[in-house]
């Protein structure tokens, strides 16, 4: 499986944007596809997972209402959509694959990982 993530920018604060994670391979419709981010000097982060079918989201909390996870898996892509953009939102933002939901934010338990996208927020 590959990933590719997409979708990244600058943008104002409170700003949206909407990141696409865009997957080859004809396993995608069984993969669990988590989100993470990565600010400059700190650790890569976890931002939310969606379940195989679609049917189960997880968020750390600092992105539960504001962004949404969701899937189109005739399309092979997950979506991020983040609303209200804030600047310590501003990160590379991955799309990493499991076959394991439960893993949730041990990044080392997925499988495959997409490239990253730039997300700025400024002030």
């Known amino acids: 499986v590959q990933l590719q993530a997409s979708g990244g920018g600058l943008v104002q604060a409170g700003s949206s944007l909407r990141l696409s994670c865009t997957a080859s391979?004809?396993?995608?419709?069984?993969?669990?596809i988590g989100w993470f981010r990565q600010a400059p000097g700190k650790e890569r982060e976890f931002v939310a997972i969606i379940s195989a079918s679609g049917g189960i989201k997880d968020y750390l909390d600092f992105g539960k209402g504001r962004f949404t996870i969701s899937r189109d898996n005739a399309k092979n892509t997950v979506y991020l959509q983040m609303n209200r953009l804030k600047p310590e939102d501003t990160a590379v933002y991955y799309c990493?694959?499991?076959?394991?939901?439960?893993?949730?934010?041990?990044?080392?338990?997925?499988?495959?990982w997409g490239q990253g996208t730039q997300v700025t927020v400024s002030s």
């Open positions: 391979g004809r396993t995608f419709n069984w993969l669990a």
């Open positions: 990493a694959a499991t076959s394991d939901f439960r893993v949730r934010a041990d990044l080392t338990r997925y499988d495959y």
